[in-house]
């Protein structure tokens, strides 16, 4: 039974770093966990202690019920495909991908049989022979596929397989990874910081922030239901417009800038949202959820209007990004990382920290909308996100089941 | 014409404008400039390689021809004569000699990759404290004047009664030899990508299977190069051996070649540059051979 679990899991460095706080994942066997997250966030960490390359400071790490916290790695059947590959330079293609099978004593036609089969899989047959560093970037993360796929391990470990690759081959990896990974079995950690990697790919992902599980769930739910002001911001792309508002006593309303919404009806008796009424929120919506309104079609929508300036339009051929501007304050829910080199989700969130005023909408590929011009965007309010300003947890959101005290709903 | 008879299609259009740039106007000042070039380079060469040149030339030369002098024998040979090579190898028994600094060059090489390795190796890897200063400290003690060991180091093996032994050069090469040889190799070592031996201890592989398997053939380049360069340092010594070594039969090779030449009448350069030429063959040829192999992009395929 190759289920994987993790229990309080901490990492804190000799130096007092605290890299990974307070871990707790189940991943069963066949199931792709996800750890997701900006850089430094704790994810490689925790992973390598799944590995057993790092020590585990506190907690318990146990495969099948059986605790490998002071297993060495290479007695732990895992197989683990590296960022950089990490192929053996001096060896060919078939003697990569047979290593650990040699390692193992395997007799030799057995260990050539598996190798085949491995590179058939992968399409590496004719480069057999070749040294790694006779093959592009795409054909070298494949026999790192290879190296680990051939061991039918217990556990796979993938740490940022994809990130090496250019954007195209990326797209194509993604789903033969997810492929092979089914078609094998094996629960599988995957690590990365790309969060369309994390949402297309994952059973379950688990987003991470400075050390600390943030959330971990379904993608759908990710989506939906985001715990927090960061998971909310971070998973989407672009992300989540995020503004101060205020809400009026009743709880119908929220004042956003000189502006306001409508609320819908369920959110007046919502538990979570007793304490905030007639205070400051935040208040989330998604890109996905506007639209522009365009040649007066905008009846019956006199609550759900917000009105803004475009900034920027950008053309994606299926549709619009339109970039514009709020009179309302911004507020940012990515803490920004120490690396530059960032990715969809998080390129979304420095902007966020950066051109603060800006906010993004999907409308159709239709709209003639441009830059400079004044536009009015239709917010499905069906859809807004409200979340607690100092703690940043979520309080209401589309696919959120009100789990406090129940109070008549006004309708 | 033919050229565009001759490129694909794809290719024709660059082919053709090649042939339509406008003529260069500069023509005569920029072949004037590489000629000026080409000629800066002879004379460079001419003046660097002269010395070795004229090495070469005079082993070359019979003992009369030697005791003529330059001036009188002209810049190029009139014949070669291999007599001051042959009379190296009889009279003198240069071959003992050259045995002598091979065993203790060789020894000396030997150990100082042992110990160098396995000090590159956990100075790269592990996590010691102080690693940089006990490595500045190695540096340093290359440093050290070798004239002012010389002194202690005669009355040690003078006590021992192992002067005029080639034996205890061995270790006292290491002198020459590991400082630079541990930095090297723990420069190399680092350069070795930590993931390689992860993903071999991923693998299965104990530590020092991945040290056998993974680490070592990947810093085979290195390892090589470092050994060759302590070989060099070692053969080339000479105020060790002119302070240790007594009899004839003990020297190493440097301190033969002075031997040579002396004699009452003349000073036999023929048979010191004779000599000089055959110490520097197997130098040369170990260079030759180990530029083959410091092949960089032996590690260039391991990282992405």
Redesign the interface.
């Known amino acids: 039974m190759a289920t994987v679990e993790l229990e309080h899991v901490t990492k804190i460095y000799p130096n007092g770093v605290e890299a990974v706080s307070d871990v707790n994942l189940q991943v069963a066997e066949g199931e792709f966990m996800v750890l997701v997250g900006p850089s430094g966030c704790g994810k490689t960490t925790t992973l390598r202690m799944i590995?057993?390359?790092e020590d585990v400071t506190e907690g318990e790490i146990r495969v099948g019920d059986r605790l490998v916290n002071d297993l060495?790695?290479?007695?732990?059947d895992?197989?683990?495909v590296?960022q950089?590959?990490?192929?053996?330079?001096?060896m060919t293609v078939a003697d990569n991908i047979g290593?650990?099978l040699k390692?193992?004593h395997l007799p030799k036609d057995e260990v050539r049989a598996k190798v085949e089969e491995a590179a058939r899989v992968l399409g590496l047959s004719e480069h057999l022979n070749r040294?790694?560093?006779?093959?592009s970037?795409g054909q070298?993360q494949r026999v790192a596929m290879g190296?680990a796929i051939v061991?039918e391990p217990a556990v796979f470990?993938m740490d940022e397989p994809l990130s090496?690759l250019d954007a195209k081959l990326r797209v194509q990896m993604r789903a033969e990874v997810a492929r092979i990974q089914r078609r094998l079995g094996v629960a599988t950690f995957y690590v990365t910081h790309d969060q369309t990697e994390a949402m297309t790919m994952g059973d379950k992902v688990a987003v991470f922030n400075v050390g600390k599980l943030q959330q971990c769930d379904e993608p759908q739910t990710l989506y939906d239901t985001p715990a927090n002001l960061f998971v909310a911001a971070f998973i989407g792309s672009p992300a989540m417009n995020l503004y101060r508002g205020h809400l009026n006593p009743e709880l119908t309303r929220i004042r956003i800038g000189e502006q306001e919404l409508e609320l819908p009806g369920r959110l007046r008796g919502l538990g979570a949202l007793q304490p905030f009424r007639d205070k400051p929120v935040v208040v989330g919506i998604r890109p996905e959820d506007l639209n522009s309104v365009e040649d007066g079609d905008g009846h019956g929508t006199a609550g759900a209007i917000l009105q803004g300036n475009v900034d920027l339009v950008e053309s994606l051929g299926s549709e619009k990004l339109v970039h514009f501007r709020l009179d309302a304050e911004r507020v940012s829910g990515v803490i920004g990382s120490a690396d530059d080199d960032s990715s969809e989700g998080l390129d979304a969130g420095e902007i966020a920290a950066s051109a603060a005023t800006v906010g993004t909408a999907r409308v159709a590929a239709s709209s003639r909308l441009r830059a400079g011009d004044e536009t009015r965007l239709k917010v499905d309010t069906e859809r807004l996100h409200l979340f607690d300003p100092d703690s940043g947890d979520a309080l209401a959101g589309p696919g959120r089941v009100d789990t406090t005290a129940p109070s008549p709903a006004a309708a | 014409m033919s050229t565009e008879a001759s490129t694909p299609a794809v290719l024709a259009p660059v082919a053709r404008a090649r042939r339509r740039r406008p003529p260069r106007r500069l023509r005569p000042k920029s072949v004037l400039r590489e000629i000026g070039f080409y000629l800066l380079v002879l004379i460079v060469l001419a003046i660097s390689l002269f010395p070795f040149y004229w090495i070469l030339r005079t082993a070359f030369e019979t003992d009369t021809e030697a005791a003529q002098g330059s001036t009188t024998t002209g810049l190029l040979p009139s014949h070669l004569s291999f007599s001051a090579f042959s009379n190296d190898f009889t009279q003198q028994h240069f071959l003992t000699p050259l045995i002598n600094s091979a065993i203790v060059a060789a020894g000396a090489t030997v150990i100082t990759i042992v110990v160098a390795s396995l000090a590159g190796y956990a100075l790269a890897r592990f996590p010691i404290r102080g690693a940089r200063t006990i490595l500045g400290f190695v540096l340093v003690a290359g440093f050290f004047p070798v004239l002012a060991m010389i002194g202690p180091l005669f009355l040690l093996l003078k006590d021992l009664g192992l002067l005029d032994n080639i034996y205890p050069l061995i270790i006292i090469y290491l002198v020459y030899t590991l400082p630079i040889a541990t930095w090297l190799l723990t420069n190399f070592f680092s350069q070795i990508?930590r993931?390689?031996e992860?993903?071999?201890?991923?693998?299965?592989?104990?530590r020092m299977?991945a040290l056998r398997?993974?680490v070592i053939?990947?810093a085979?380049p290195g390892v090589f190069t470092t050994a060759i360069l302590a070989f060099i340092l070692a053969w080339n010594d000479f105020a060790f051996a002119v302070s240790f070594l007594d009899t004839p039969n003990s020297f190493t090779a440097p301190l033969a070649i002075v031997n040579f030449g002396q004699s009452a009448f003349q000073v036999y350069y023929n048979r010191i540059d004779a000599a000089v030429v055959i110490i520097t063959i197997p130098i040369a040829v170990l260079v030759l051979f180990a530029q083959r192999r410091i092949v960089a992009?032996?590690?260039?395929?391991?990282?992405?």
Do not use: C, I, W
Request: aromatic letters at 6%; charged letters at 20%; glycine letters at 8%.
């Open positions: 590995a057993g390359l060495s790695a290479s007695d732990r895992m197989a683990m590296f950089n590959y990490a192929l053996y330079p001096h290593f650990a390692l193992r040294k790694p560093a006779q093959l970037g070298r190296r061991r470990l090496n | 990508p993931d390689l992860e993903a071999a201890l991923v693998d299965g592989a104990t299977q398997k993974v053939p990947v085979v992009g032996l590690t260039a395929g391991s990282v992405r």
